[in-house]
């Protein structure tokens, strides 16, 4: 629960240090982007198994 609280904040990530694979920017500009757009971006986690992210964009 508290990794989920923090997945849209920039600069977050669950990669070790030092890591060359991410930033941890992805997240944070697809919400910002969804939310331009006046939609929702909505996620369900499960430890294990793994992220299931709905994103709802409005009909022009």
Do not use: A, W
Request: hydrophobic share 35%; with cysteine; aromatic share 12%.
């Amino acid at each position: 629960m508290k990794i989920q609280s923090k997945i849209f904040d920039p600069y977050f990530t669950t990669k070790e240090m030092g890591s060359e694979k991410g930033r941890g920017l992805g997240l944070s500009i697809c919400y910002s982007i969804i939310k331009q757009h006046n939609g929702l971006i909505l996620f369900d986690s499960k430890t294990g198994v793994g992220t299931t992210f709905k994103i709802y964009l409005p009909t022009v």
